[in-house]
């Protein structure tokens, strides 16, 4: 079945630019190097680490928000 509705999508416009640094910095951290545009050379494995760790941040800050702590 396809679909036009795609997952890779920002729900609140204004935490794109957010969005953008943290993935630039989770890719710093991992020591993996991305362009500031397109980066469809960018291995399968590397985008994966990349996107889990982004995962793993807005959890733990979301956790942190929820008990009354502080931002990532």
Known sequence: MASNNSNNQIN???AREAMRNMKHEVANELGITLNQGYNGNLSS????HIGG???KKMIEAQERQMSGGNRY
């Open 45 to 48: 494995k590397d985008a994966g």
């Open 12 to 14: 609140v416009p204004e």
């Open 53 to 55: 760790n982004m995962v």
